[in-house]
């Protein structure tokens, strides 16, 4: 019924031509409400935000040049959602070098500066708490916090891949561009949307800079930046960026994680769709946000 609500709101937004499209695109997420605990109080292998991450003892602390890199979250599967498009069980641990940020002229633009690692079901018995090393900096360290999941559906934001396929953009039909962006995702917003900070898992995420997905496809696939600039070629990129999907979007919500993202902004952790079903994680990409 929630799906049909969300079609019938693209056909009172005059996009009715598109509803077919984008009703393939309207995947269901889990928001992750934090709670602040003790790092003790939250039992190895639980889904968290921040603190001391739960790993197998022969796993390696990732790093990132010569930088250890920040423990974000760890999720339990079992713990998630069942319509989530993720394995149904096994532990994803997410990591981002969070101290070269602003420090090494090298961070951005390379796709290597997070880690997730995925251990399957039958490797949790082996995980204990870990030790962050000491010589991350207190700054560049993330607060424990629970986890609780509230599913929900989305869409795609105006500005992304998936909308731009259909010819609608800045440089597409900006008359039915215009429709979604100003009629239907503000009515979707005020019946799905969530007022607060956000943090969510795989769905589509709430943008503060427009489009992702292209830069994604880029940093990991065949094309460069210097091809967007050819219109055959561009097409080509967009359409293969619509096989990028949001995997964790964590916000900037200090006073839970100790933890602001530039400017109040957001990191959004993305895997392409083949590498998830092959549960490739070594090939995730971090984008960071502000205003």
Known sequence: MAIDEIIQMLEQAGLGAYKQAIARWIYPTAYLNLQPAHDSSIPVGSSKVG?????????????????????????????????????????????????????????????????????????????????????????????????????????????????????????????????????????FERAWGKDDYINRLMGHPDQIQGDMQVGCELARGAYGWDDMANSEKRKQIVNAAVKWRLLLQIDSEEDKTGMMWGDVGRIYFWIHEDDLAALRFDQVVCEMQCT
């Open 51 to 187: 603190g001391h991450p739960d790993l197998p003892e022969d796993a390696e602390w990732p790093t990132w040049k010569d930088y250890e890199m920040t423990f974000i979250a760890q999720i339990n599967l079992a713990e998630c959602p069942r319509d989530l498009a993720l394995p149904k069980s096994g532990l994803l641990s997410f990591f981002y070098a969070v101290e070269p940020m602003f420090d090494d002229d090298d961070f951005y633009g390379d796709p290597d500066t997070c880690r997730v690692l995925y251990f399957d079901a039958e490797r949790l018995d082996q995980i204990s708490r870990r030790n962050i090393p000491e010589r991350l900096n207190a700054a560049s360290r993330v607060k424990p916090n629970r986890i609780s999941f509230e599913s929900s559906l989305s869409v795609p934001d105006s500005e992304s891949a998936f909308l731009e396929s259909l010819d609608l953009g800045w440089s597409g039909n900006r008359e039915h561009f215009d429709q979604y962006w100003e009629v239907f995702l503000p009515e």
